[in-house]
Nanobody
């Protein structure tokens, strides 16, 4: 059984930083390409960032480009999302997700596995 567990969320002031982690169990992380998504209250889940199996290709939503950085450590079965220069609009529940194909995708339906989500709140 594959499980994804996010950690590292919390409350931060605007302009601050957080690093989210997503630990995968039940299969090797190297077999999954990984994405981060977020969902704010009353809004649909939206794509944030993506990394290929080996981390050699990255992709970002325009809203977070140059502020967020996705990375992975396959040996530790963990994916990270470093978030800098946070804004109140970044407030949301953040989810990590994994899939078998190695192409970037912003579509929720393309992902096979999901974490339970973790709250990030940015105060103004």
């Amino acid at each position: 059984q594959v499980q994804l567990v996010e950690s590292g969320g919390g409350l931060v002031q605007a302009g601050g930083s957080l690093r989210l982690s997503c630990t995968v169990s039940g299969r090797p992380l190297a077999s999954l390409s990984m994405g981060w998504f977020r969902q704010a209250p009353g809004k649909e889940r939206e794509y944030v960032a993506f990394t290929t199996w080996r981390g050699d290709s990255l992709d970002y939503a325009d809203s977070v480009k140059d502020r967020f950085a996705i990375s992975r450590d396959n040996a530790k079965n963990t994916v990270f999302l470093r978030m800098n220069s946070l804004k109140p609009d970044d407030t949301a529940v953040y989810y990590c997700a994994g899939k078998f194909t190695d192409n970037p995708s912003p579509r929720v339906s393309d992902y096979d596995y999901w974490g339970q989500g973790i709250q990030v709140t940015v105060s103004s």
